[in-house]
């Protein structure tokens, strides 16, 4: 790893400060992508500013209709909580299946979601429940929050504070998780939202996406069958070692399949 | 650029002057010459290198030591009393739960963290918790007889 100068800001504005003053800095939550990288010297920032003594940007907190995640809540706080267990389970659910129990007990939602991995499980949480990104200037829409590759919305001087998720009646993720690293090859969000069904994709393309033709389908006909014949373009879809284009449309009919019967599921107790 | 961290390790107020990239598993083995806590992979996956941090397992090569400043984090050296190893341990001995043992230490500092919680886990719950724990021996089978004998071992002592 390179060096760097390090910083643990006490606060938001502080941070900001770091932020805008230094050369060439990274921001780290809980660095559970960031250090791995700079390990492999893929990234060298010159300063690194460490959000973790920003307590205040922690929790889970109820706000009418609506779930409050801090950005600097770690992953095993949102999978245990008992109240989103309760109504919005599909969030603490997708929680529990994010890497390992180490990953989760440093790993942060804002820092997942600001971070943008295509095959990073959250991104299928905020756009499939139609969550609201909160930073130090503005709120943002989930689809008009996640652009490409490791590409969101936020400007070079914006942090994420917190993400606002509605409570929503019925939603369930599946996932097939690479076998390694347990990242998504395909995840899958079902969601039945205020503005209709979402259906969000991560893990298949180089960003979260919408199939609209699915959303429509379960809007007709709440059930498996509805999404079963839809197959979705191969086309811009991710290839690797681990599975091809083709693989990966073919997952993300069946993960759509799982969701709803787990929704299903869970509505019969 | 060097920065003076302090914690305490297994019980044990410490520090020193360390870089800033110095990762919390360099800080252990070479300046505390805590050498239980392993390296394996060096890429976040393996789990060798797990220790607890303010009593949580974290990989201990995907944090800077200075981000454990204040913290109180506890090796495998610090697991047995004297000479009697800690009812975890013991069970791995009883039970053949290593083969080469590179991967015991990070098998032993995760179990504990799932025992915290659940101190009668499952085959299975055992199974998907080791998750970020490799055996590169495949020896798996014992790990996760020892770590159920082992929570065993840990509720009677109690």
Known sequence: MYDFTYHRPASLAEALNLLAEAEDPKIVAGGMTLLPTMKQRLAQPSDLIDLGGLGDMRGVNRDGDAFVVGAMTRHVEVAANPELLAQLPALAELAEMIGDPQVRNRGTMGGSVANADPAADYPAAVVGLNATVTTNQRSIAADDFFVDLFETALEEDEIITSIRFPIVPRAAYMKFPNPASRYAMVGVMVADTAGGIRVAVTGAGPSVFRVAEMEAALGEDFSPEAVAGIRIPDDGLNEDIHASAEYRAHLVTVMAKRAVLAVQARAAG | ?158
Request: with cysteine; charged share 20%.
């Open chain 2, 1 to 158: 650029m060097t920065v003076t961290v302090s914690m305490n390790v297994n019980g044990k107020e410490v520090r020193a002057d360390v870089e800033n990239r110095t990762l919390l598993v360099h800080y252990l083995r070479e300046h505390l010459r805590l050498t239980g806590t392993h390296i394996g992979c060096d890429t976040s996956q393996c789990g060798a290198c797990v220790v607890h941090v303010n009593g949580e397992s974290v990989k201990s090569c995907t944090l800077l030591a200075v981000q454990a400043e204040g913290a109180e984090v506890l090796t495998v050296e610090g697991l047995a009393e004297g000479d009697t190893l800690h009812p975890m341990q013991e069970a791995f001995r009883q039970n053949h739960g290593l083969q080469c043992g590179f991967c015991t230490p990070g098998m032993l500092m995760s179990a504990l963290d799932l025992v915290k919680n659940n101190p009668a886990p499952t085959d299975r719950e055992v199974r998907e918790w080791l998750e970020g724990n490799l055996c590169r021996c495949t020896g798996y089978q014992n790990i996760v007889k020892s770590i159920i004998a082992g929570a065993a071992n840990m509720r009677e002592t109690r």
